[in-house]
């Protein structure tokens, strides 16, 4: 099975600044999707990217997808302190029927005030 | 009205005793999914489960087994839990198998001592 990777595992940054968070996959997806996790919380999805797509914007959210790469990235832009979180992408693979994501092992954000 | 609930939040156990993980969502969706979340915080897929067919992640040892007495309920029963049984774990919810982003529970962190 596929295995998202990304980049960079923890990121430290000022309060107004942009968080550029990176993941790469494996094999060939329906789509990719980024979730956040508060600490001790369940994931909540941010935003879903399909195959065909190279970018979208949700909010201060902006995903990128290159499919010849197999990667995308995240970038959130005028980060709070509210975006501390760890930031999961995760692929929907091309293999059809319900066998779910294949998650990354996350970027932990840390927005210092 | 919370979309997918889980009970319990938290389960502390010892070794070899059965335990259940009940699972709940009231969103009419069709596919329901557990994730096991370890120490350091990788998500991997157990079960995906629609109301037509149970997919099961070969890694996953047999004393793990979902039950879904009807489409709203996946539950997640543990037989001769072992210490490397802790984790937490997630259940979560889809409308459409692989087109739509998935809602997760708030996880249910279990403790095998």
């Known amino acids: 099975s596929q295995q998202g990777e990304e980049d960079p595992q923890a990121l430290s940054i000022q309060e107004g600044e942009n968080a550029t968070m990176n993941c790469s996959y494996k094999?060939?997806?329906?789509?990719l999707q980024w979730y956040r996790q508060n600490s001790g919380r369940g994931l909540v999805h941010l935003i879903l990217i399909r195959s065909n797509e190279r970018e979208k914007h949700s909010g201060r959210l902006r995903v990128t997808l290159d499919t010849s790469k197999k990667s995308s990235s995240l970038l959130i832009t005028a980060s709070r302190a509210a975006d501390t979180a760890s930031y999961f992408c995760a692929t929907d693979g091309t293999g059809g029927g319900a066998d779910g994501l294949t998650f990354g092992k996350g970027t932990h954000l840390i927005i210092q005030p | 009205d919370t979309a997918v609930s889980q009970t319990p939040k938290y389960l502390v156990t010892q070794m070899g005793n059965d335990k259940s993980i009940k699972c709940e969502q009231n969103l009419g969706h069709d596919t329901m999914y557990w994730y096991k979340q370890d120490s350091k915080k990788f998500l991997k897929i157990m079960f995906s489960y629609n109301n037509k067919e149970l997919i099961i992640n070969e890694t996953v040892p047999n004393r793990f087994s979902p039950k879904s007495p009807d489409k709203a309920h996946l539950n997640l029963h543990i037989n001769s839990l072992e210490l490397g049984d802790s984790a937490v774990y997630f259940c979560?919810?889809?409308?459409?198998?692989?087109?739509?982003?998935?809602?997760f529970g708030p996880g249910t962190r279990l403790t095998v001592l």
């Open positions: 979560a919810s889809e409308g459409l198998a692989g087109d739509n982003e998935q809602f």
């Open positions: 094999t060939s997806i329906n789509n």
